[in-house]
């Protein structure tokens, strides 16, 4: 189980990895200025700090 686990995350994180310098740069673009990609990245820092701790939250499964 864990073991698939990190599978996907790892898929995730590569996948997301690959496709945020583009979707920021896209954003600069649009917008000819920084506030709203740094908004983005920071939106997504939130996100990722709140799943990650409850990833990581100790969890105990009575079988």
Known sequence: ???SR??????IGYAI???GPTFVGA???ATGAWT??????LLMLVAFTVTGLMAARRLV???
């Open 1 to 3: 189980m864990v073991a």
């Open 36 to 41: 709203v990609p740094l908004l983005a990245i």
């Open 61 to 63: 499964v009575l079988v």
């Open 27 to 29: 954003l600069h673009d």
């Open 17 to 19: 990895g690959a496709v």
């Open 6 to 11: 990190s599978g996907a995350v790892q898929g």
